[in-house]
């Protein structure tokens, strides 16, 4: 059976009265870490030296540096260090559960980082793994690869990179509590994830490109994994400032041995859900994009309001350095009643409209999503669900009235979201955009919607409001709230408010 995006989604909505009634099987929870028992780890340096300066000024790109020619294994520590990096821990059974600098589903953590090295001082080029427990490299292939990996990609860099990371998904630690719907989480977590080392890499002055396009099979293959268990999902390259030599024949990539595939196993019994399986393979091909212009994916039928500008703040409101934003990052959803100020809505809007100044990518991949909010108690704002447009940038009224405490209701009933000031909403059009790239196209939107979403977790931490994302609703019933098209989906909800401060 092959499932298009829009027969996935639909399989795995959620209906009023109809959610499935099952008990998670807790002797069975997924670990979260990914370990290799036969190879040692090499450790990372932990005192690695970080700046004192504001996401703002990062995600505006104000604290561009000149390309460094050589990256040392410091440098490589501290990307990973903040990207995915413990950040507290809770009591559970005989252990303890460990929380990190990304936002996760549950937080089960299903998405793994691998990297790619040349010349990097310090470290011999090669394929490693990142382990976090023992915070190192786990050496997975001791030739350098990195000039390879052009094979496998649908557009080739043009110069050799010094970094290449790939990011992975584990498909039964998300199934394990959200069964055949969990394809959604796994999208939405590596979108937080390529986003948390997107902001990374940029306050080390880096630039990079980002693909979602690539051979599966062979970045599988290079990578160690089954593509049953554990498969790739993104690729984040660093130039470097050699252009990279092609060879005539593409280079094979030798199959590592089946202990190293072994060890995405996650559990003693794993369930594999089907359909998850099936959509991912149905966009496992990369389909060449139709003819024509790309598709304008409106999700509603008409407007009520005129255009309204989106200005820079200047300052944003934030009360710590970007470090401490990745280090503080939690779901926080204690909200509390009360209006937020428009300075921060609208340093909240800014952050959604700079993806350009962020991240550079192959495909235009932010054309998938748009994005829309639901005010709710915001300052110069009248209650009511806008859309924003990117490029411009510019917001409008869609249609006016009061819907927190509606869409708290879709939401599974988490009454909490009645108080959060703002509703963050990631759309998309399942229909056209499938029709244009083809089911990989589900990627793109769910992949994006979790950066995006990352990014307002992230900004929202930088100026001390409390932030929680929800990939859990009844479907239908979202859509028919905010008059949404037919074909036109919501993915991913992100509340930000005012929370209670602690003491």
Avoid at 389 to 413: H, N, R, W, Y
Avoid at 485 to 492: A, F, P, Q, V
Wanted: include cysteine.
């Amino acid at each position: 059976m092959t499932l298009t995006s829009r027969a996935y989604h639909q399989l795995t909505s959620y209906q009023r009265n109809q959610m499935p009634q099952y008990s998670l099987d807790w002797r069975n929870k997924p670990s979260t870490f990914k370990t290799y028992p036969n190879i040692d780890i090499i450790p990372l340096p932990r005192e690695v030296h970080h700046d004192n300066e504001k996401l703002s000024n990062i995600l505006k790109g104000s604290c561009k540096q000149d390309d460094p020619a050589i990256l040392e294994i410091a440098d490589l520590s501290r990307m990973l260090s903040l990207a995915y990096a413990i950040t507290g821990r809770a009591a559970y059974g005989d252990g303890y559960h460990y929380y990190r600098s990304v936002a996760s589903a549950g937080a089960l953590y299903p998405v793994e980082i691998y990297v790619a090295t040349h010349d990097v001082e310090g470290l011999q080029d090669g394929l490693y793994h990142f382990a976090i427990p023992g915070y190192g490299l786990v050496p997975l292939r001791s030739e350098d690869i990195s000039g390879s990996v052009a094979d496998y990609l649908h557009k080739a860099p043009e110069k050799h990179p010094l970094l290449i990371f790939f990011f992975t998904t584990i498909f039964f630690r998300s199934a394990w509590k959200y069964r055949k719907r969990a394809y959604r989480y796994h999208l939405l977590d590596t979108g937080h994830l390529v986003e948390n080392m997107g902001v990374a890499l940029k306050a080390q002055g880096l630039d990079f490109s980002l693909s979602y396009d690539f051979d599966d099979q062979g970045v599988n293959r290079m990578l160690g994994l089954d593509g049953t268990r554990e498969v790739s999902l993104a690729v984040c390259q660093v130039p470097g400032p050699d252009k990279l030599k092609r060879g005539d024949e593409k280079k094979e990539i030798v199959q590592l041995m089946d202990s190293i595939k072994s060890a995405s196993r996650v559990a003693n019994k794993e369930v594999e859900y089907p359909a998850i399986v099936d959509i991912h393979m149905a966009g496992s091909i990369k389909v060449p994009a139709a003819g024509g212009a790309a598709p304008k994916l409106d999700p509603v039928y008409a407007y009520s309001g005129g255009i309204m500008q989106i200005k820079d703040p200047a300052p944003w409101p934030e009360k710590i350095n970007y470090e401490d934003t990745f280090l503080l990052r939690r779901s926080r959803r204690n909200f509390i009643p009360t209006v937020l100020s428009r300075k921060y809505m609208m340093a909240l809007l800014e952050s959604l409209t700079m993806t350009n100044r962020i991240i550079s990518s192959e495909n235009d991949y932010q054309n998938s999503v748009r994005t829309g909010f639901i005010t709710g108690k915001v300052e110069g704002f009248d209650p009511g669900f806008y859309l924003i447009d990117e490029l411009q940038p510019s917001f409008k009224m869609v249609d006016s009235g009061s819907f927190t405490e509606l869409m708290a209701s879709i939401c599974l009933e988490q009454q909490w979201l009645m108080n959060a000031g703002v509703h963050f909403l990631f759309i998309t059009d399942l229909k056209k955009l499938e029709q244009y790239y083809g089911p990989r196209s589900y990627r793109y939107a769910m992949l994006h919607s979790g950066r995006l979403g990352e990014r307002l977790y992230l900004a929202a931490t930088a100026m001390g409001l409390g932030c929680c994302g929800i990939g859990a609703f009844y479907d239908g019933e979202a859509a028919r709230l905010l008059k949404l098209k037919e074909g036109s989906k919501l993915l991913y909800l992100v509340a930000v408010g005012l929370v209670k401060q602690k003491g």
